[in-house]
């Protein structure tokens, strides 16, 4: 099989998974702001996440040739590896739940706080966790202060939420007292409601609508909560940073869970049982997410959260508006984590969180594409420039605290 030896290796590893799950969150976002439902939107991504894994382990998992102490992906299939199994599906539990929380998280709170909240919890808990199971490969001199931008990116990011929100609500305000028909926070309804749905074509990534509203303005907020599916006016900012701390939870266990199914540092292999391969354990990861996100998705087909609307099975398979973009996004993170084990495996675990700098990608999708923060304040642009450069000092650090695996 093909396995990353070095170093170099490694972090072109690392860069490429950082793009590609930089990527996928934008085009949930987008499908979310069109109306379309997270469950459908999530049920479609989650079997392209699987099928991604499955090409990784029946490609680069079964070239070459298979030996003892490193067998092939097909070989691992019928080992008596279950304890390595079962914390590979561990880790595929946490980062389903991690992944379903954040895509009601990015309703209530935008792409880029996030991305970067959640992001910065993980390094600040994930990392430290893998340093001491990868005994301590990566240079913790290095290593630490690069966590503690991290966390001060967390801080900053949580402000930066806040101020925003506060902005908003001074549009919609002074939007409320201008209109002459009294059209505010209350009068959403009056605005013309498209659903992506049922075939609505409204693309207010272009700036506007049939209205022409522009990004930024109280016309354009309310133009957006009309057409998306989570509707977050009148919601209080502890939902959405609440949403978004318990995802950076989840998303701290998953690489720790994934460094134990692959390098067994509590010994619960058997004697002579070699350890999982990157990609057997990514199978097995995969699979369990797959199987937690179906089912919680499936329940929330008919017993939806937050106020989404309720669905069906039947209204599911018969919605294909945006389920390419929906699959896309499925195997844009599939591919993108894959690459970040395969890079982990070889450099240390600790240092392969440096692709948690996927905000820096969203956040470029989330101002482009979305025009979040547009006419803003002030003090939200600087609190905002301060956050994206902590946290690319943060990654610059991480990336260099990289270690070699012997």
């Known amino acids: 099989m093909y396995m990353v030896e ?40 989650t079997i392209t996440n699987l099928l991604a ?17 490193m067998p092939d992906f097909l070989t691992q299939l019928s080992q008596d590896n279950w304890p390595s199994v079962l914390f590979a599906m561990a880790g595929g539990m946490v980062l389903s739940l991690g992944n379903l929380s954040t895509q009601y998280a990015w309703a209530f709170v935008g792409l880029s706080v996030t991305e970067v909240v959640s992001a910065s919890i993980t390094v600040v808990i994930g990392t430290t966790l893998n340093y001491y199971l990868d005994d301590k490969i990566n240079k913790a001199e290095i290593l630490f202060p690069g966590v503690g931008c991290f966390l001060i990116a967390v ?18 305000d002074d939007y409320s007292n201008d209109c002459k028909d009294g059209v505010g926070t209350n009068g959403i309804s009056s605005f013309k409601q498209t659903n992506f749905n049922t075939g609505g074509t409204n693309d207010l990534e272009d700036g506007g609508s049939s209205g022409k509203a522009k990004f930024g303005t109280a016309a354009f907020l309310i133009e957006l909560e009309n057409t998306r599916s989570i509707k977050v006016f009148g919601k209080g900012t502890f939902i959405g940073l609440a949403i978004t701390f318990f995802a950076g939870i989840c998303f701290s266990m998953f690489s720790p869970a994934f460094n134990l199914a692959t390098n067994d540092q509590w010994h619960t292999l058997k004697d002579g049982v070699p350890h999982l391969t990157v990609y057997t354990a990514f199978f097995y990861f995969s699979s369990f997410c797959f199987v937690i996100a179906m089912v919680l998705n499936l329940t929330f087909l008919y017993y939806p959260i937050l106020n989404a609307p309720k669905s069906s099975l039947k209204a599911y398979l018969n919605d294909w508006n945006g389920r390419g973009w929906a699959l896309l996004a499925g195997l844009l993170c599939g591919f993108g984590n894959g690459l970040q084990f395969m890079g982990g495996q070889a450099a240390g675990y600790a240092a392969a969180d440096a692709v948690q700098a996927l905000p820096l990608v969203s956040t470029f999708w989330g101002v482009i594409l979305f025009g979040e923060y547009r006419r803003s304040s002030r003090k939200t642009y600087t609190l905002l420039a301060g956050m994206l450069f902590m946290f690319t000092v943060a990654v610059a650090i991480l990336m260099a605290s990289s270690g070699h695996r012997k």
Not at 53 to 69: C, H, K, N, W, Y
Not at 155 to 172: F, M, Q
């Open 53 to 69: 894994a499955v090409i990784i382990a029946l490609t680069f998992g079964q070239f070459g040739p298979s030996t003892p102490e």
């Open 155 to 172: 801080c900053l990011g949580s402000a930066v939420h806040s101020s925003n929100n506060a902005d908003n609500k001074t549009k919609l």
């Open 6 to 45: 070095s170093k170099g290796g490694a972090i072109a590893c690392m860069l490429l998974s950082l793009l590609l799950l930089g990527t996928w969150p934008a085009l949930l976002t987008l499908l979310e702001r069109r109306g379309r439902l997270p469950q459908h939107t999530y049920l479609d991504y």
